[in-house]
């Protein structure tokens, strides 16, 4: 018989039953008998869930680890599920579609427990140590779509609210205006917020109010959007600089700048020293780049990025972005130390807001 050609088509990404049991039949080739004992189950007192809960028995002593059932992992939101994992607490596991072999050696770098559906897997249970990495996936995965509210446009609206959490019981043209959106977007994006339960409304159309909940799982679910779908976008170019600590002698108001990620968390949290200084601005900046000598590169320690947001936001360090965004964009970064300062950043800054339902 003649070779014949396969050609890989793309299917319907599988749910996470699916990707559950899947997990479970790789496990089990590596002589792992794992069973999903529960879904949707509560990690303790945190109100955060996970998707299930496995049982696992290596070396003959069972474990049981809390799950995270994660599609479409990419470099640009491994922060985010990191840190989802971290939210779970210690004996966690990622099940996943597939894990690319950059962001696989990222998992193992930070001891994160994996495992995807073509046999990818990383489990670290002493003396017993899984690690399998580069086994391709069967069929193309389907590419990622996110809901109508996390499209570009929502994704601001929905920062603004982030940022200012009593905005929500302004007027939709003050909201509007206060994000940077058109009048119309206002209505249906609190419409879409509405079914997901992230917006309560109490009252009649006269005495309205609304109250935005779970702000810290509508947080995760932004920053995951954002960084798979606007961040992207907001790339004016990247630059590089002789001198590393340029950007510490940079008047912002001078040349109409904010610093983002890496220098701001360094400057508000004094725990990171940066690699990346992000700048965001509303045009390219090009004194600046005159008066610091940066020259576009691929060789990059400096990225310019457009300001998408009109808003003053007063936390106490007018020279930066909004800690929301600052956040949001260390996880983007994938890097462990950006991830950390991530952390700190959300416990300094976030957490007695966002917490605050």
Not at 127 to 141: D, L, S
Not at 189 to 212: F, S
């Amino acid at each position: 018989m003649g070779n014949k050609k396969h050609t890989k088509r793309a299917h319907p990404a599988p749910k996470e039953a699916e990707l559950l049991q899947t997990a479970v039949q790789v496990l089990a080739g590596y002589e792992i008998p794992a069973e999903v004992v529960r879904k949707d189950a509560k990690a303790g007192a945190n109100p955060m869930r996970a998707d299930a809960v496995m049982r696992l028995t290596i070396g003959g002593a069972r474990r049981t680890y809390l799950v995270e059932v994660k599609r479409w992992l990419t470099p640009a939101t491994l922060g985010h599920v990191v840190t989802r994992l971290r939210d779970l607490g210690k004996d966690t596991i990622l099940v996943t579609d597939y894990v690319t072999p950059p962001v696989a050696e990222k998992l193992k770098e930070m001891d994160v427990a994996f495992i995807d559906a073509a046999g990818n897997a990383y489990l670290r249970y002493p003396p017993a140590i899984v690690w399998v990495v580069g086994r391709k996936p069967a069929v193309t995965r389907q590419r990622f779509r996110a809901g109508r509210a996390f499209q570009p446009t929502g994704i601001k609206l929905i920062f603004a609210l982030l940022c200012r959490p009593d905005l929500i019981n302004a007027g939709f043209r003050e909201i509007a205006e206060f994000a940077g959106v058109a009048h119309g977007t206002v209505g249906w994006v609190l419409g879409d917020l509405r079914e997901m339960g992230y917006l309560v409304e109490t009252g009649n159309k006269r005495a309205r109010v609304r109250r935005l909940r779970d702000r810290r799982k509508l947080l995760a679910q932004w920053t995951e959007a954002y960084a798979r779908t606007l961040r992207p976008q907001l790339l004016m170019g990247h630059y590089q600089a002789a001198d590393l600590d340029w950007w510490k002698k940079l008047n912002v108001t001078k040349y109409k700048v904010l610093l983002g990620a890496e220098p701001a968390a360094a400057m508000a949290t004094q725990h990171l020293r940066p690699g990346i200084v992000t700048i965001y601005t509303v045009e390219t900046p090009a004194h600046l780049m005159v008066d610091y000598r940066l020259r576009k590169s691929t060789e990059r320690n400096v990225e310019i990025r457009h300001r998408f947001w009109p808003f003053d936001h007063e936390w106490g360090h007018p020279d930066l972005a909004p800690p929301v965004l600052i956040y949001a964009d260390l996880l983007a970064t994938g890097e462990a130390r950006c991830i950390e300062a991530a952390q700190l950043l959300y416990d300094r800054y976030l957490a007695r807001f966002i917490e605050n339902d």
